[in-house]
């Protein structure tokens, strides 16, 4: 019987690729293991093989094709002798049994909110660009401005990136500035500390913070506390970047949140945006800070894509928040990724009539919570919004500040959305569950306005 | 400055004794050793805090590696650093001023014994996490490739750190990338409490780069020119671009590994018999009276200077107020510009 072959997925995040080549054509048979054709993504290329032998009875989405959505059926694959009219007339979406509830794909588009109190230019023009276009623009703007500027990391050149951020930087820079490291960052990050102590600028990836974890010690006790234990004489210039937090049905090891970890030392900076304009001002500023700077991205964010101005040499001051939408009812505080639930949320609410003033810290530390204050005194009501676990969180540290400095403006107690206090499950619902959802953020929303 | 660093002005002379050097060099080893019994002596009378590790016994290592050293090379090393800084040639009272905490010190008092830093000196440490500062030399030695200058950079660890991961990560990076660092493994025998035999599973740590293509010398670091024409070698072969080189200090550490020490685990006969025999002071002041290079009385000159510059210092120590409360909040980040 036909098999409609359907559009792979390369990676747990992808929802769509192009369809770059087939190496088939109509009536070619085929075995199991035989490649069929080359499919492609913003970060990845793969050659797909077939899994069942036949005949290729029809070629559903030509070569070339451009956005084709994982699970789409691309070609149909016939039995000996079978007609090309046997096929299915469309293919069902493999649906797996579900405890409760689909696990709902994430938002591939931008949440519709407009920036506001962003300090531009008047006439300033803007481009669509993905996060990972804007962090390469940074690190690839910054290494043009400076000789002393090079990134360092697993995978970053010949591979053009674990993610493909640093795609083309190994032709632009050379193999002195991109360095490919072993899988070692315990040892390349003291390398790159001792190299920033010396007065170079290294940019060291890490794959995901969470093998950052193996290097924390160089991080921690060499890189933020030399400066105070010299009385000042040593610097080191230095950012840290890579992705945090979850990525999707990628596990407890995979999946850790770091944010709270290093915001809580001093001598380190720590920034974790969540929109492409600020991923790319942000990470100009922090290759520029004469400290080290801890910057936290998010692998589902690398994909998405944002207005970023076209200014040339755009940066972003470190230690200032934005404020994403203006409101008076309730102010909801996040940063990185937890953006998209709040943004969500404040969208939401409008349509029942309640105004949500929307804050995204964007630095960790230092951070502004004067531009929260400010805030929490006009709305008298705040929630939090964070991806990380809820113990000792981003969310707990606002909430106490906002107790002391504002507590009589307070009209109800702050609640902090946050991840759940587990591993993260790898099991599609068990894994929903764990993350902070845009029904929680309403939900908070409601108790803090008793609504 | 109270101690003029001395550089490499003349090529090494094992067979044909350099007066002048060897003078030097016994007046070197000879600030370090009275310098530590001072701090020690100040640490009892609770003038210094917390953790102080004396470097008496090991001096030689660097005194004899600094012999090869050139402007702009770099070192850096663990928490048992005091020697290592008085070596390259910083001031003895800024030591003495940090072990006491105070606002004379390098680190202004911020510091302490394990954490000085002198960006004149090159001197990057002063670390307390045994190993890290072991990569950190390497990073050194990464800034030296990357300009394309000649420097080299000297990471100091011992052979409790020699057993640490990091380590081993980093001579595959530096062996790799061929990197100009002399790694020199002051083996003192002694991890803490913990005897080499009892800590590692092969007692020869100067091959421990072998894996990773490093060549490596053992080394009697009771022996300042040994330990110099070692470092000679080790210095010209990372400066020609031949990558890192192992230099394993075989030498021994006569106090405790910090200031309150239990004994129990070495003898008092063991201790005794490498002060009576290996001595590296000794072994000077006996090559130059009995190559006649020197009089008792004229290393009594010296030993009188050096008794000064030591007095001075620990006066200064002493004297140096402590830093303003209101530094608590100061050298956390630099300006951004």
Same mark, same amino acid.
């Given at each position: ?32 293991? %035989? ?135 190994? %032709? ?156 008076? %009812? ?122 | ?157 011992? %052979? ?178």
């Amino acid at each position: 019987m036909a098999i409609n072959i359907l559009m792979p997925a390369l990676s747990p995040t992808m929802e769509e690729g192009n369809l770059a080549k087939w190496m088939v054509k109509e009536g070619d048979s085929v075995e199991s293991g %035989d490649i069929l054709c080359e499919i492609e993504t913003d970060k990845a290329t793969m050659e797909f093989e077939a899994v069942d032998e036949g005949v290729i009875g029809k070629i559903l989405i030509a070569e070339g094709s451009e956005g084709v959505k994982v699970n789409t059926p691309i070609a149909v694959l016939l039995e000996e002798g079978e007609s090309a009219d046997a096929a299915p007339a469309a293919a069902p979406a493999a649906a797996a049994p579900r405890a409760e509830e689909a696990p709902a794909p994430a938002a591939a588009t931008p949440v519709a909110s407009t920036p506001v109190e962003q300090d531009l230019p008047a006439g300033t023009t803007f481009k669509s660009q993905t996060v990972r276009e804007a962090i390469r623009d940074a690190m690839s703007e910054e290494m043009r401005r400076s000789a002393d500027v090079f990134l360092m990391g697993e995978e970053v050149a010949q591979y053009q990136g674990a993610y493909k951020v640093s795609q083309g930087m190994l %032709d632009e820079f050379g193999p002195k500035r991109v360095i490919d490291t072993p899988i070692t960052e315990h040892g390349f990050t003291g390398i790159a500390v001792g190299a920033a102590f010396a007065g170079l600028n290294p940019i060291v990836e890490f794959m995901t913070f969470n093998f950052a974890m193996q290097a924390i010690d160089q991080i921690i006790n060499s890189a933020a506390k030399t400066r105070y234990m010299s009385g000042g004489q040593m610097t080191c210039p230095i950012v840290f970047r890579g992705a945090n937090g979850a990525a999707s049905r990628v596990g407890a090891q995979h999946s850790h949140d770091y944010a709270t970890w290093y915001a809580q030392v001093p001598g380190l900076k720590v920034v974790m945006p969540y929109s492409a304009d600020d991923y790319k001002g942000l990470l100009k500023s922090a290759i520029r800070d004469p400290n080290p700077v801890i910057f936290l991205e998010n692998e589902i964010l690398y994909g998405r894509s944002f207005d970023v101005p076209e200014i040339e040499d755009y940066t972003v001051p470190i230690g200032k928040a934005r404020i994403w939408r203006e409101g008076d %009812d309730v102010t909801i505080v996040s940063f990185g990724i937890g953006m998209q639930y709040a943004l969500e949320a404040a969208d939401k609410l409008a349509e029942e009539g309640i105004s949500a003033e929307v804050i995204d810290l964007r630095s960790l530390r230092p951070m502004d919570t004067e531009t929260v204050l400010k805030s929490v005194m006009k709305t008298n009501r705040c929630v939090t919004v964070e991806e990380g676990f809820p113990v000792a969180s981003i969310g707990g540290y606002i909430s106490a500040t906002i107790m002391q400095e504002a507590f009589d403006y307070l009209d109800a107690p702050v609640i902090n959305c946050a991840g759940k206090d587990v591993p993260m499950p790898y099991a599609a619902n068990l894994e929903k569950l764990a993350l902070v959802t845009t029904e929680e953020v309403i939900s908070a929303v409601k108790s803090v306005t008793y609504r | 400055m109270a101690s003029a660093k001395k550089t490499a002005k003349k090529p090494a002379k094992t067979s044909n004794l350099d007066k002048e050097e060897l003078l030097e060099f016994y007046r070197e080893m000879l600030l370090i050793r009275r310098f530590e019994e001072k701090a020690g002596q100040l640490y009892g009378m609770g003038l210094i805090g917390g953790f102080c590790h004396l470097y008496i016994g090991q001096e030689a290592i660097v005194v004899g590696l600094e012999a090869n050293a050139k402007e702009g090379d770099q070192r850096v090393t663990s928490y048992r650093d005091h020697g290592h800084m008085l070596a390259c040639g910083m001031d003895p009272k800024g030591v003495m001023a940090e072990l006491t905490g105070r606002e004379g010190g390098y680190s202004r008092g911020k510091g302490g014994s394990m954490h000085m830093f002198s960006r004149e000196k090159n001197f990057y440490g002063g670390h307390g996490i045994v190993g890290a500062q072991v990569p950190i030399g390497a990073g050194l030695a990464f800034a030296n490739w990357y300009r394309e200058n000649d420097n080299v950079s000297f990471a100091y660890f011992g %052979d409790g750190a020699a057993n640490q991961g990091q380590v081993y990560e980093t001579f595959n990076m530096a062996s790799l990338w061929k990197l100009p660092c002399v790694f020199v493994i002051e083996n003192n025998k002694y991890a803490m409490g913990t005897s080499l035999q009892r800590a590692s599973s092969t007692p020869d740590l100067y091959t421990r780069g072998a894996a990773f293509g490093i060549p490596g010398e053992a080394v009697d670091g009771m022996d300042v020119l040994a330990v110099k024409a070692a470092g000679e070698k080790a210095v010209a072969h990372c400066r020609a671009g031949k990558g890192p080189y192992i230099l394993e200090m075989n030498t021994y550490r006569y106090r405790g590994h910090s200031m309150s020490d239990p004994a129990k685990y070495r003898t008092r006969e063991e201790v005794q018999k490498v002060k009576e025999e290996r001595d590296p002071i000794d072994h000077v002041r006996d090559l130059l009276l009995t190559g006649k290079h020197a009089s008792e009385a004229d290393l009594k000159v010296i030993d009188k200077d050096i008794k000064k510059i030591v007095i001075e210092a620990a006066d200064f120590a002493s004297e140096s107020p402590e830093p303003a409360l209101s530094e608590l909040y100061t050298d956390i980040l630099a300006e951004a510009n």
